[in-house]
């Protein structure tokens, strides 16, 4: 199994704390069939810059603690990027940490509470440089939760979205997860991840996800979303299911 969202690097943002804390999060990951970490601290949130050589070397030394502990977790660098006027100049500066060795994707993080007016135009230019935008967690956007349009509008024009695990299985309320539940069935997620920052608050809970997923969907969406992941990892072509629209009526008031 793969996780491509977690907070696993230590000291460096809302995540582990010291390599201690990474390595039991390591202990759960392990025990529910992670083989496999895409750590992505955030990047530019306001609190926190974590730019790509700082993820690196925090990847580095995570992965020697794992292999000194043998604990048989592989680490990748990845960051969590929230969304921002200046990002192509990032890009081109070599600040920016993507999902693949080829460049081709990139985990992009919402505002809690809106969807910035200059999405459509960066999302636009970072796909006509090849790269494919991944919108991390949109079930807990404000907006999107009012309005799902908003999300299939993205999703319509080329990017993916991931779910979160927790999101899923309702540790982030009855709404988020009837929500989650209806992006999946509109094909506007395309993979479940983690984002893990602990082991008590914020755990994985990928196993319960992926069972959930199969209970509901079918075994062929959870060999799907398997998939997805994979593919995303190793810089390959994503087939996604022709997106559908959620009824606003349902969402409208929520907030």
């Keep these: 199994m793969i996780d491509l969202h977690c907070h696993i690097l230590p000291g460096i943002d809302d995540g582990a704390k010291t390599i201690d804390d990474s390595m039991a999060m390591a202990r759960v990951?392990?025990?529910?069939?992670?083989?496999?970490?895409?750590?992505?601290?955030?990047?530019?949130?306001?609190?926190?810059?974590?730019?790509?050589?700082v993820?690196?070397?925090?990847?580095?030394a995570v992965q020697k603690e794992l292999d000194n502990r043998d604990i048989p977790l592989t680490i990748f660098p990845g960051q969590e990027v929230r969304i921002?006027?200046?990002?192509?100049?990032?890009?081109?500066?070599?600040?920016?940490?993507?999902?693949?060795?080829?460049?081709?994707?990139l985990?992009?993080?919402?505002?809690?509470?809106?969807?910035?007016a200059f999405t459509d135009?960066?999302?636009?230019?970072?796909?006509?440089?090849?790269?494919?935008?991944?919108?991390?967690?949109p079930e807990r956007n404000h907006a999107i939760l009012n309005d799902p349009t908003?999300?299939?509008?993205?999703?319509?024009?080329?990017?993916?979205?991931?779910?979160?695990?927790?999101?899923?299985?309702?540790?982030?309320?009855?709404?988020?997860?009837?929500?989650?539940?209806?992006?999946?069935?509109?094909?506007?997620v395309h993979f479940i991840a983690s984002d893990a920052h602990n082991t008590t608050t914020r755990t994985f809970y990928m196993k319960d996800a992926y069972n959930k997923l199969e209970k509901e969907f079918g075994k062929e969406k959870l060999l799907?979303?398997?998939?997805?992941?994979?593919?995303?990892?190793?810089?390959e072509l994503i087939h996604s299911a022709e997106p559908k629209l959620?009824?606003?009526?349902?969402?409208?008031?929520?907030f």
């Design 29 to 53: 990951a392990v025990a529910e069939g992670i083989t496999h970490i895409l750590a992505t601290p955030h990047y530019k949130n306001g609190r926190w810059t974590n730019e790509k050589d």
């Design 55 to 60: 993820v690196l070397q925090s990847v580095t």
């Design 84 to 105: 921002v006027g200046e990002l192509m100049e990032d890009v081109l500066e070599n600040k920016i940490q993507f999902v693949d060795e080829d460049n081709k994707y």
């Design 107 to 116: 985990m992009i993080e919402f505002p809690t509470a809106t969807i910035p």
């Design 121 to 137: 135009s960066l999302f636009f230019n970072l796909q006509k440089t090849g790269v494919t935008p991944i919108i991390v967690h």
């Design 150 to 188: 908003i999300l299939l509008n993205l999703v319509q024009k080329g990017a993916l979205a991931q779910l979160t695990a927790g999101s899923y299985i309702g540790s982030f309320g009855k709404k988020i997860q009837k929500l989650s539940k209806q992006l999946i069935e509109a094909n506007l």
């Design 224 to 235: 799907e979303y398997k998939q997805v992941t994979k593919d995303i990892v190793n810089g």
């Design 246 to 254: 959620i009824k606003q009526s349902k969402f409208l008031g929520l």
